[in-house]
């Protein structure tokens, strides 16, 4: 391994932007965006340019484990692979499952499916991607005739109107924001959210659309019918390209009877849903993005055929600036769908037709080839619990915490017979349920590719050495393949080797059936390989370059070339209110997070954005559950029940709140929200309704609240709700008892007896109910407890820079139990901007010494806000509140 420059690809969300690498040391990292990137073109978001912060091994699984001894390798192969197949010997081979993830590399991909599909003989491999887009899959096999995403991320620079559908892009996909708002500076374009909250996509919106929860599809009829009425119908183009646009029109109409009622149905004004069709039917160029909001839901496909709907009648697929565009979730979610990694789909976009299975089982020489489909997520794991599934393989995903109704997923992890985890990090959810735990590379450890959510693909590339027994997910499945007889068809040297096979599949007997085809690389050399440059689907044999865009000819890839219009009408909602449980829950990504937090959690800069599980509650509905801003919430759906901090948030729809899905009980004692969310799917997709589940709140009062920070890590007894966020130099703890049985600790409590006596200093009033200690070992900080039973107590901020410093003046000693420096109220504040570590305190100063006005200002004298951009609407939050505080 050298330390010279390596090119690899972000891991987090589907943008997919470039990385450069510049290896400092055995596990440290220089990283920057890769300018040369089309997707980024140098730039990254606050999660990708703190990736060198994650790269350690803190918390690495470095040893396979088979129930809970370290084994060898060849005895945890063996173990996984005697038990698979005896199972399928006993059971059949649908009694045995994989769940993998869009986190695993396209070459993981391709042989965990074909381990599965081809020669177990099941389709029971569905992959967490099932939770992020499979609506939007099955969307564009019903309109399109393939799943295949007609435009490429400069639509967004070339359109005049981009409309974003429940995704608040500013902080979910934050590089494709900012290449969008530094076109919408050049060209003025038109940017339209709808979006029941007013997220921080909204700040830069020329329109916000405020809908009913669950609307969309209402409000999408109401366009076709208005555009189709207004004369914004592409005549030609529906009658030489398109099927079916008569019925979509006629059952549209049953959900559009008047613009007033539509606007009322929709919970908007009626002056912004005309402004809203007007500007969609005036604007040729218009981009429709869609992401969770739209796919997230029980009726998720139908929600994205309506959009597609509008874009097929105005014929607007596939030209510059134009068409409807599903932004992806994860990394190489798109990658996934390459392969088959969605229980209902084969490799390289086939089907499960007679036609496609034998295609591809001569292909493989499988004579065992699944020929029907799999179960889908939520299902797969529903069929352990009616011992359908007995065996279990989960890769690189933690559905303990990630799927809906997180409390039955754990039940079914803890009665299945045998359940392995492959993963890279040792601590999760889900690891506690398993019989065996296979090391896996990381990113930075592991070879392949990933594609974006513009078709584009890319390498990810190793620079860094495999820790301990770690092994690259592709030979761990190509490993227990062959102890399980399969050698035949496993037999790659290199993640190289797979990726040809998948390429030469792609273009096996297409002959343009098939739009998915990267043919062109069946034959390359490893250096070709190695040498990959992010490139868009399809790339055929005889290509000479990849494609931009797709469509623009009006063919499609029906059988008779033609896009489908599909008729749709707004079902029965995702969520059922009672008066038990009259709000509802909506779930999502807060912005320097991504998924169950167990590698952006090791990152000090990226935590410190939201310390503790947060939950949004508008006001109204924080007043009428008597739960103070700042005060603890508890949760509860028919499924399952959560504490959070509340936060009033006017930004928040009434009735509506919102919760993140990053914490698990690794880093919080009761705030796994999809223990709460309802197990409802789309009918076609089977992608989960994550956004509505019905929802009450009760106020959480602690008989005592504290926090502590530690240097090390902590196993946090003696507080029922608690939470654990990274910091430099250790951890910090909120800790609260719900339980009046619980006493207010100290550190002692806490401390490992390992440890040497220290020198503790303390302050105990015992009348106020106040209790704050702190350990100093050689003038260092080490821990600190302060503790209440109905007071405040100080922020954080000051003490945490504390623990990373080495001698502690006598001065700081002094003011260590007063909680603040001394002559100052206040600390440095909270973190506002991670990518360039500005804190609110300086933006405040700077706010108030240079009379600073806007974002931009802001930016010029702090440098906050001035890469990824996504802390803008925080910035812009601090210079409200001070502009209010200064009127008042
Ligand atoms: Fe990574 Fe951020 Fe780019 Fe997404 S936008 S790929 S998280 S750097």
Redesign the pocket.
């Given at each position: 391994m050298t330390s010279s420059l390596t090119r690899s690809t972000?891991p987090?969300?589907?943008?997919?932007?470039g990385i450069t690498v510049h290896r400092t040391g055995t596990r440290n990292a220089m990283l920057a965006?890769d300018e040369a990137h089309p997707?980024?073109r140098g730039r990254?978001?606050?999660?990708?340019?703190m990736l060198g912060e994650t790269i350690g091994l803190e918390g690495r699984l470095l040893h396979p484990i088979v129930n809970g001894e370290r084994v060898s390798w060849a005895q945890a192969i063996n173990e996984v692979a005697a038990r698979f197949s005896k199972t399928i010997r006993d059971h059949g081979p649908d009694s045995v499952a994989f769940y993998v993830s869009g986190q695993l590399l396209t070459e993981d991909y391709f042989v965990a499916n074909k381990l599965m599909k081809g020669f177990i003989g099941s389709g029971n491999i569905d992959t967490n991607s099932r939770l992020c887009m499979s609506s939007a899959v099955a969307g564009h096999k019903r309109a399109f005739g393939e799943d295949v995403v007609p435009g490429c991320y400069e639509d967004f620079e070339e359109a005049d109107l981009v409309v974003l559908v429940g995704s608040n892009t500013a902080w979910c996909?934050?590089?494709?924001y900012q290449r969008l708002l530094a076109a919408r500076a050049r060209r003025g374009t038109r940017i339209i959210v709808i979006d029941p909250r007013r997220t921080p996509t909204c700040d830069e919106a020329d329109l916000h659309l405020p809908i009913r929860p669950g609307a969309d599809l209402r409000l999408f009829n109401a366009l076709l019918c208005e555009l189709a009425d207004r004369g914004a119908t592409n005549n030609d183009y529906v009658r030489e390209h398109t099927i079916g646009m008569a019925q979509s029109l006629i059952t549209a109409r049953q959900d559009h009877a008047s613009m007033s009622e539509t606007a009322k149905a929709c919970g908007i004004s009626e002056a912004a849903l005309e402004t809203f069709i007007t500007w969609f039917a005036q604007t040729p160029r218009a981009v429709t993005a869609f992401s969770m909001g739209i796919n997230q839901s029980s009726s998720g496909v139908d929600q994205v055929n309506a959009i597609i709907n509008c874009h097929l009648l105005t014929g607007r697929v596939g030209l510059p600036g134009m068409g409807p565009f599903s932004i992806t979730g994860q990394?190489n979610a798109m990658g996934g769908r390459e392969v088959g990694g969605l229980a209902n789909q084969l490799a390289a976009h086939l089907d499960f037709t007679p036609s496609d299975c034998e295609l591809l089982g001569r292909f493989w020489s499988v004579d065992r080839l699944a020929c029907k489909p799999g179960l889908k997520a939520v299902d797969l794991f529903e069929a352990i619990h009616s011992d359908k599934i007995k065996a279990l393989w989960v890769m690189a995903t933690n559905p303990a915490v990630s799927l809906p109704d997180a409390n039955r997923v754990r039940s079914a992890l803890e009665k299945c017979e045998f359940v392995v985890l492959s993963d890279c990090m040792e601590r999760t959810d889900t690891a506690q349920y398993a019989d065996v735990l296979l090391p896996a590379a990381a990113w930075g450890e592991k070879e392949g590719t990933v594609t974006n959510s513009e078709r584009r693909i890319s390498r990810q590339r190793a620079f860094l050495d495999l820790p301990g027994e770690a092994k690259p997910d592709w030979q761990i499945i190509c490993d227990i393949a062959s102890a399980m007889g399969f050698q035949r068809g496993f037999a790659y040297g290199s993640p190289a080797d797979i990726f040809r096979e998948h390429a030469a599949l792609s273009g096996f007997e297409n002959g343009g059936r098939r739009v998915f085809d990267i043919g062109g690389l069946a034959h390359i050399s490893d250096v070709e390989y190695d040498d990959i440059k992010p490139f868009q689907w399809p790339l055929a044999f005889d290509a000479a370059s990849g494609t931009k865009r797709l469509f623009a000819d009006g063919r499609f890839a029906t059988p008779d070339q033609r896009a489908c219009f599909v008729p749709v009408s707004e079902a029965q909602t995702d969520h059922v209110n009672t008066p038990d449980f009259p709000l509802m829950l909506n779930t999502g990504r807060t912005r320097d997070q991504?998924h169950t937090m167990s590698r952006t959690g090791l990152s000090a800069t990226l935590s410190a954005h939201e310390v503790e599980p947060i939950a949004d509650i508008h006001p109204e509905d924080g007043l009428a559950a008597k739960i103070d801003d700042g005060g603890l919430a508890i949760l509860e759906t028919p499924h399952g029940r959560g504490v959070f901090r509340a936060r009033y948030c006017e930004r928040q729809r009434k009735g509506s709140v919102f919760a993140p899905i990053h914490w698990s009980d690794v880093n919080a004692a009761q705030s796994v929200v999809g223990r709460l969310v309802h197990p409802v799917c789309d009918p076609i997709s089977g992608q989960p309704a994550f956004k509505h589940s019905a929802l009450r709140l009760k106020p959480a009062r602690p008989f005592w609240k504290a926090f502590m920070l530690s240097s090390d890590m902590i196993n946090v007894t003696k507080a029922d709700y608690w939470s654990r966020s990274r910091i430099k130099g250790g951890y910090l703890h909120e800790l609260a008892a719900l339980d009046a049985a619980i006493p207010m600790p100290g550190l002692a409590d806490y401390i490992s007896c390992d440890l040497p006596a220290g020198e503790i200093v303390e302050m105990n009033d015992a009348s106020q109910g106040v209790f704050r200690q702190a350990r100093l070992e050689q003038g260092r900080l080490t821990h600190c407890l302060f503790a209440t039973r109905a007071g405040t107590l100080p922020p954080r901020d000051w003490l945490v820079t504390l623990l990373d410093q080495n001698d502690l003046d006598e001065g700081k000693r002094r003011w260590l139990l007063a909680g603040r420096p001394a002559g100052e109220a206040t600390g440095e504040g909270h973190l506002v901007c991670a990518c360039m570590g500005v804190r609110s305190q300086k933006i405040i100063v700077a706010i108030e010494e240079g009379h600073l006005t806007n974002v931009r200002e802001v930016g010029e004298a702090t440098g906050a806000g001035t890469n990824?951009g996504s802390c803008r609407s925080d910035i812009r939050k601090l210079l409200d509140n001070m502009q209010k505080d200064a009127a008042a």
């Amino acid at each position: 391994m050298t330390s010279s420059l390596t090119r690899s690809t972000c891991p987090y969300c589907g943008v997919g932007c470039g990385i450069t690498v510049h290896r400092t040391g055995t596990r440290n990292a220089m990283l920057a965006g890769d300018e040369a990137h089309p997707a980024n073109r140098g730039r990254l978001c606050s999660k990708g340019s703190m990736l060198g912060e994650t790269i350690g091994l803190e918390g690495r699984l470095l040893h396979p484990i088979v129930n809970g001894e370290r084994v060898s390798w060849a005895q945890a192969i063996n173990e996984v692979a005697a038990r698979f197949s005896k199972t399928i010997r006993d059971h059949g081979p649908d009694s045995v499952a994989f769940y993998v993830s869009g986190q695993l590399l396209t070459e993981d991909y391709f042989v965990a499916n074909k381990l599965m599909k081809g020669f177990i003989g099941s389709g029971n491999i569905d992959t967490n991607s099932r939770l992020c887009m499979s609506s939007a899959v099955a969307g564009h096999k019903r309109a399109f005739g393939e799943d295949v995403v007609p435009g490429c991320y400069e639509d967004f620079e070339e359109a005049d109107l981009v409309v974003l559908v429940g995704s608040n892009t500013a902080w979910c996909h934050p590089i494709l924001y900012q290449r969008l708002l530094a076109a919408r500076a050049r060209r003025g374009t038109r940017i339209i959210v709808i979006d029941p909250r007013r997220t921080p996509t909204c700040d830069e919106a020329d329109l916000h659309l405020p809908i009913r929860p669950g609307a969309d599809l209402r409000l999408f009829n109401a366009l076709l019918c208005e555009l189709a009425d207004r004369g914004a119908t592409n005549n030609d183009y529906v009658r030489e390209h398109t099927i079916g646009m008569a019925q979509s029109l006629i059952t549209a109409r049953q959900d559009h009877a008047s613009m007033s009622e539509t606007a009322k149905a929709c919970g908007i004004s009626e002056a912004a849903l005309e402004t809203f069709i007007t500007w969609f039917a005036q604007t040729p160029r218009a981009v429709t993005a869609f992401s969770m909001g739209i796919n997230q839901s029980s009726s998720g496909v139908d929600q994205v055929n309506a959009i597609i709907n509008c874009h097929l009648l105005t014929g607007r697929v596939g030209l510059p600036g134009m068409g409807p565009f599903s932004i992806t979730g994860q990394p190489n979610a798109m990658g996934g769908r390459e392969v088959g990694g969605l229980a209902n789909q084969l490799a390289a976009h086939l089907d499960f037709t007679p036609s496609d299975c034998e295609l591809l089982g001569r292909f493989w020489s499988v004579d065992r080839l699944a020929c029907k489909p799999g179960l889908k997520a939520v299902d797969l794991f529903e069929a352990i619990h009616s011992d359908k599934i007995k065996a279990l393989w989960v890769m690189a995903t933690n559905p303990a915490v990630s799927l809906p109704d997180a409390n039955r997923v754990r039940s079914a992890l803890e009665k299945c017979e045998f359940v392995v985890l492959s993963d890279c990090m040792e601590r999760t959810d889900t690891a506690q349920y398993a019989d065996v735990l296979l090391p896996a590379a990381a990113w930075g450890e592991k070879e392949g590719t990933v594609t974006n959510s513009e078709r584009r693909i890319s390498r990810q590339r190793a620079f860094l050495d495999l820790p301990g027994e770690a092994k690259p997910d592709w030979q761990i499945i190509c490993d227990i393949a062959s102890a399980m007889g399969f050698q035949r068809g496993f037999a790659y040297g290199s993640p190289a080797d797979i990726f040809r096979e998948h390429a030469a599949l792609s273009g096996f007997e297409n002959g343009g059936r098939r739009v998915f085809d990267i043919g062109g690389l069946a034959h390359i050399s490893d250096v070709e390989y190695d040498d990959i440059k992010p490139f868009q689907w399809p790339l055929a044999f005889d290509a000479a370059s990849g494609t931009k865009r797709l469509f623009a000819d009006g063919r499609f890839a029906t059988p008779d070339q033609r896009a489908c219009f599909v008729p749709v009408s707004e079902a029965q909602t995702d969520h059922v209110n009672t008066p038990d449980f009259p709000l509802m829950l909506n779930t999502g990504r807060t912005r320097d997070q991504w998924h169950t937090m167990s590698r952006t959690g090791l990152s000090a800069t990226l935590s410190a954005h939201e310390v503790e599980p947060i939950a949004d509650i508008h006001p109204e509905d924080g007043l009428a559950a008597k739960i103070d801003d700042g005060g603890l919430a508890i949760l509860e759906t028919p499924h399952g029940r959560g504490v959070f901090r509340a936060r009033y948030c006017e930004r928040q729809r009434k009735g509506s709140v919102f919760a993140p899905i990053h914490w698990s009980d690794v880093n919080a004692a009761q705030s796994v929200v999809g223990r709460l969310v309802h197990p409802v799917c789309d009918p076609i997709s089977g992608q989960p309704a994550f956004k509505h589940s019905a929802l009450r709140l009760k106020p959480a009062r602690p008989f005592w609240k504290a926090f502590m920070l530690s240097s090390d890590m902590i196993n946090v007894t003696k507080a029922d709700y608690w939470s654990r966020s990274r910091i430099k130099g250790g951890y910090l703890h909120e800790l609260a008892a719900l339980d009046a049985a619980i006493p207010m600790p100290g550190l002692a409590d806490y401390i490992s007896c390992d440890l040497p006596a220290g020198e503790i200093v303390e302050m105990n009033d015992a009348s106020q109910g106040v209790f704050r200690q702190a350990r100093l070992e050689q003038g260092r900080l080490t821990h600190c407890l302060f503790a209440t039973r109905a007071g405040t107590l100080p922020p954080r901020d000051w003490l945490v820079t504390l623990l990373d410093q080495n001698d502690l003046d006598e001065g700081k000693r002094r003011w260590l139990l007063a909680g603040r420096p001394a002559g100052e109220a206040t600390g440095e504040g909270h973190l506002v901007c991670a990518c360039m570590g500005v804190r609110s305190q300086k933006i405040i100063v700077a706010i108030e010494e240079g009379h600073l006005t806007n974002v931009r200002e802001v930016g010029e004298a702090t440098g906050a806000g001035t890469n990824c951009g996504s802390c803008r609407s925080d910035i812009r939050k601090l210079l409200d509140n001070m502009q209010k505080d200064a009127a008042a």
